[in-house]
């Protein structure tokens, strides 16, 4: 008589456990018994194509703008070189100048410095929209210190998936 008060017992457990999972599950995945989409679902599923378009548009712009990078670097070298002479020049004018003019030589200096230096975050920032594959196409194209800079700005994941790919020799030398 026991075991049968305990088997019994335990069955009507089991169903009012299984009907409230159900029950919860109702309220949280109504989609899942009706087979229809939720408004919130549909939502960030709207949400998530656009986000992976926008990714694809960045990821096709970063690759049009590097390759037009490419073919227009050595003129965008030399015109940088060509006004770091001449900030360097206007240094050299200003440390020439009376000592009232320390502030004018320093302000000078400071932009002579910065002027072709590129955006490491931003940059950083584009690769790691990429899937690995796409980005390293990208980096394999630019020298060991570029791509150091950049690796240091992304995520370790993304970072060490990049380095994966490239070519074990290539990646010994960006590590050290």
């Known amino acids: 008589m026991k075991n049968i008060i305990v088997i019994i017992g335990g069955s009507i457990a089991s169903f009012l456990l299984l009907l409230i999972l159900g029950l919860g599950l109702l309220s949280m995945k109504p989609e899942?018994?009706?087979?229809?989409?939720?408004?919130?679902?549909?939502?960030?599923?709207?949400?998530?194509?656009?986000?992976?378009?926008?990714?694809?548009?960045?990821s096709d712009s970063l690759l049009a703008a590097a390759a037009d990078s490419t073919?227009?670097?050595?003129?965008?070298?030399?015109?940088?070189?060509?006004?770091?002479?001449?900030?360097?020049?206007?240094?050299?004018?200003?440390?020439?100048?009376?000592?009232?003019a320390p502030a004018a030589v320093n302000?000078?200096?400071t932009r002579a410095d910065?002027?072709?230096?590129?955006?490491?975050?931003?940059?950083?920032?584009?690769?790691?929209?990429?899937s690995a594959e796409e980005a390293t196409k990208i980096l394999?194209?630019?020298?060991?210190?570029?791509?150091?800079?950049?690796?240091?700005?992304?995520?370790?994941r993304q970072a060490g998936k990049i380095l994966a790919i490239f070519e074990p020799d290539r990646a010994v030398k960006i590590l050290r």
């Open 114 to 130: 910065s002027v072709g230096r590129p955006d490491w975050k931003s940059t950083a920032k584009l690769i790691e929209a990429m």
């Open 32 to 58: 899942l018994f009706t087979g229809h989409k939720s408004a919130d679902t549909k939502a960030a599923e709207m949400n998530k194509t656009r986000a992976d378009s926008l990714k694809q548009a960045q």
């Open 107 to 109: 302000a000078v200096q």
């Open 71 to 100: 073919a227009s670097s050595s003129a965008a070298k030399d015109s940088t070189l060509a006004s770091q002479q001449v900030q360097k020049a206007r240094v050299s004018e200003l440390q020439a100048a009376p000592a009232s």
């Open 140 to 156: 394999k194209q630019m020298s060991d210190e570029e791509v150091k800079q950049i690796l240091a700005k992304l995520k370790k």
